[in-house]
């Protein structure tokens, strides 16, 4: 079976549950992206080249193998536009597509299609690599237990519609904000005076329903950390000797997620030592655009 044959199938699964990303959650994004094209004179190309009367037919394409992500962006993008433009996709969120295939139909007024053309394929070409970049992890990973989860290392103003691809790549996401929880880190454990400080700090002041997640360095740390009744344990940056004896350690005591310097060649030898889950900023700040295109055809 393929790798994105795998992919795909996680993504299908995973997109099936977890939540829908809401047009409240990207409303707001989309009139700043319009505004950044055509908020001082609109696009002089259409304007000086098409009738305003002309109407078309064109076509959302893939120019490579991916999975789908951001449909309901591009949909969005032309209902604020111009609601007489109609978007009719020919797959879901979440699919695997093709070079060459038609993903989508957009038809209306010309001019109102090629002023949105841009920030609708800059969406969907960004979510759609986010998404695939996840599922070819998920893919490298699916014969063990690990799970890939996304960070707070997202795009300004992106993070919302990022995890949202993640999700659909058949990933976890990690903390949506600062408040969903507690993850101590260094720079904590330093400024609060330690590894059982700051873990009795934290226990004492959020309610029995937020969970408390702390950054250990060293199997020495882990030590002091299990001591102290940590339940979900961050293991950054070990090497995979050092990750596959934390790993054990944890066994039946804490969840444990492995993070830094995480690359899709190491990534099925980090989830090899039983790591629960297996968390890749670049997924979100760094994920390659997947290329499609809009096209007369």
Known sequence: MSVTTLANENAQINASFLAELFPHQYSELIQTALQEDLARGGDLTSQALIPLAHESELFICARETGILAGR?????????????????????????????????????????????????????????????????????????????????????????????????????????????????????????GGIAQALTRARETVGHMVAIEIEVDTLEQLDEALEHGAQIILLDNMGLETLFTAVRKCAGQAVTEASGGITPERIHEIAATGVDYISVGWLTHSARNLDLGLDVL
């Not at 433009?85 to 109102?112: E, N």
């Not at 970049?133 to 690990?146: E, F, G």
């Open 72 to 192: 309901g962006l591009v949909t969005a993008v032309f209902a604020q536009l111009d609601d007489r433009v109609q978007v009719d996709f020919h797959c879901q969120d979440g699919a695997q597509i093709q070079p060459g295939q038609v993903l989508a139909r957009i038809q209306g007024p010309t001019r109102s299609i090629l002023a949105g053309e841009r920030t609708a394929l800059n969406f969907l070409g960004h979510l759609s690599g986010v998404a695939t970049a996840t599922a070819d992890l998920c893919a490298r990973v699916q014969p063990y237990d690990s799970k890939i989860t996304c960070t707070r290392k997202t795009l300004p103003g992106l993070r919302a519609v990022q995890k949202y691809a993640v999700r659909v790549g058949g990933g976890y996401n990690h903390r949506l904000a600062l408040d969903d929880a507690v993850l101590i880190k260094d720079n904590h454990i330093a400024l609060a």
